[in-house]
């Protein structure tokens, strides 16, 4: 299984970016996909996920703000993120797992190599 990040950028406050992870090896309509991101000096902190089924769950800091969907036809997941903020800076990393959702990062076992987001007031 091969997750592949790409889109991320230096925006500004307000601004939106939308990230995509193509995936090789795995079929998205059978795996869990998600979206976790790493600030410097933080933990690895869950975003989004998006089931097989197509139910998403997201954390808190990015409800109402940030949006996961997929292409399974293209083997794509995407994180459209608005109005971001400064403390949305972070790399950004696509992940995936068989069986539903979760927010704990052992629970993954494959990983994309990330891609960096940079929001600038």
């Known amino acids: 299984v091969q997750l592949v990040e790409s889109g991320g950028g230096s925006v500004q406050a307000g601004d939106s970016l939308r990230l995509s992870c193509t995936a090789s090896g795995v079929a998205l309509n059978n795996v869990t996909m998600a979206w976790f991101r790493q600030a410097p000096g933080k933990d690895r902190e869950f975003t989004a996920a998006?089931?097989?089924?197509?139910?998403?769950f997201y954390g808190d800091s990015v409800k109402d703000r940030f949006a996961i969907s997929k292409n399974n036809a293209r083997s794509t997941v995407y994180l459209q993120m608005n109005t971001l903020k400064p403390e949305d800076t972070a790399v950004y990393y696509c992940a995936a797992k068989y069986g539903p959702y979760s927010t704990e990062v052992a629970q993954y076992m494959h990983w994309g190599q990330g891609t960096q987001v940079t929001v600038e007031t």
């Open positions: 998006i089931w097989a089924s197509g139910f998403q």
